[in-house]
């Protein structure tokens, strides 16, 4: 009865009272959200572990997106609103892909600890682009031979040649990602993985064939470190610290080795992206990443383990063994960089590892 | 009477507005921008049928295609063989009062993650899984099988989730056929077996067809299964469309094979629907 005694008018200008109460709210969201940090990541960014010291000292909220892949990260900052990130994770290599769509601001130098780094880890070739860093690096690892070493001799994982060997057939795993897995088979045909070209792709092949004879499967990160933990295989081709000191505690047999023909390096930085409304926040962010505290979360973060690139992270002993820490000096001079292909010889390759999948 | 005339026409598409307005925005748009995509070369973005010609030129890429169909006709004659007893045993020989409880529990499974479920499987036919330890256990074999990271494992997988499914439009079908069918067979003098494959299985044929067909859309265009199951040791289309965006983001590369995948499912519905007329229905 009320309502309809009410004139037209005033229904209407109540609407419209509400309409600007919600409108209002939704501002106030917004502004909410602008307030909080939007961090494109990976998955060992989403330990709270990570993120909750950070939130709390400065009192915002973390919002991650989680990704795998460049490409897939890429496309996600596609079909966003310009200044809906602030920072991303990215593969070192890939920094100038996102530097090249326009995407990254460059990093003041001067408010990060790049004195502190690694000095093998900083991959100016891949961080700066035209004189201006794009990406620092957080973290880094190893591909190379993940192990167990209660089931295999670990004599022989001082050389890429075992993967191969009758001894382990049936006993190998593949981590699939084709990048760091034809890196290691150039280590095994005795090319340097900066130099390979398209002529390298037959020599490149035979080798993965011949991995791929001797292996059980081909397996993404979660499917490869289950099949080496519960000893489905003994060895995993491309494993190493990020699959193994996460398990160390459960299983103390895992293990990795550099072989004497090397291993290839990763690494993942941080960038910032140039539209973010948020510049001091994703400063602050990068900042307490690269600090020892964080760095020292961000390596032991519960979805995978690896080293921090910052040499004065604050790991226990006991992490640091488990990371091997005072062996880095030696493993980084054996090391060799992730293959960095251009975009038609990254096809090729990718079109190789789908044929290696597919051989039988 | 022309106003109501005109309400009259306009009041079916009034109804069917909102399923054709869902229609447009979420499967015809996406469709034809995925089909725009997919003309697209990934590099300069320029037209191209490259895309196109990758599929059919590479091997790799067209083995991609005949794992899919192989192990979705694997999946789907296996389900069906298992699932059609299964549900004449539900609709036949279990009393009235207990099939809705027994259809449940055939069910259960459904309600466990997908994913869950997938890794489960993995366990159990694992090395050291159920399967190879009882097998070791019991002396028949000496070494372990290699049962997980094969096709076998991903056909496994698969069939554990379709027999349920087959089983639902089996036993629908089964429920709705009238007992007089089967009495007139016999009044004519058909035994039990020449009633069943003269009368019982030609009328039920429609449940069977479309439990199959929901089983080979769903198969083929499934990735979890066998990326969980198959180790990789061959790749079906829907992993060669994820392989193209990981790294890379070959969006055009991958619309076009999913505008492949999608073509034979369209292949298998115009099959399925003639055969069964579903179009008169």
Sequence with gaps: MTITARNPLSTLKSHLAAACATAALLLAAGAAEAADLNALIWCDHSDPALLEPFEKANDVKVNVKEFEGTGAGLAIVDQSQPGDWDVMVIDSIDVPRGVEKGLFEPL?????????LFSEVKMDKSTVVDGKRYGITEKFGYNTIGFNKTKVDPADMQSLASLISDKY???????????????????????KTADLTEADLPALKAELLKMKANAKLVGEVTASQTALATGEVDILVGGGEWVTAGLAKENPA?????PKEGAVLWSQSLAMFKDSKNKDLA???????????????LATSSCYWGMPSNKKAALTDEQKKILRFDEQPGFLARAQAYPAPNADLDKKMQDMWTEMLQAQ | MSVTGNNARALPWALVTPALAWTLLFFVLPFIAMGFSSLTAHEGGGFTLGNYSQFFTDPSYWRAMVNSLEVTAVVTVISILLAY???????????????????????LPFWTSYVVRSYSWLLVLAQNGVINRALTGIGLIGEPLQLANTRFATVTGFVHFFVM??????????????????KAAADLGAGPIRTFLHVVLPLTLPGIMVGAFLTFVLCIGDYITPQILGGNNELVMPQLVMMQIGRRGDFPLASALSIILMALVTIAYLACARWLKIERA
């Design chain 1, 254 to 258: 895992l293990d990795f080795s550099i």
């Design chain 1, 169 to 191: 057939k049936g006993k190998v795993a593949i981590y699939d990602y084709y990048l760091p897995v034809i890196g290691m088979a150039a280590l095994a045909i005795g090319k």
């Design chain 1, 108 to 116: 003041p130098e001067d408010k990060l600890p790049f004195a502190d």
């Design chain 1, 283 to 297: 400063l602050k962010f990068i900042q307490y990443i690269m600090s020892p505290e964080g760095q020292a979360r």
């Design chain 2, 165 to 182: 499914l087959l089983t639902l439009t089996i036993f629908a079908n089964l429920k709705q056929l009238s007992p007089s069918y089967r």
């Design chain 2, 85 to 107: 007893p299964f549900a004449w045993i539900l609709a036949e020989m279990v009393p009235e009062r207990w099939q809705r409880l027994a259809l449940m529990l055939a069910v």
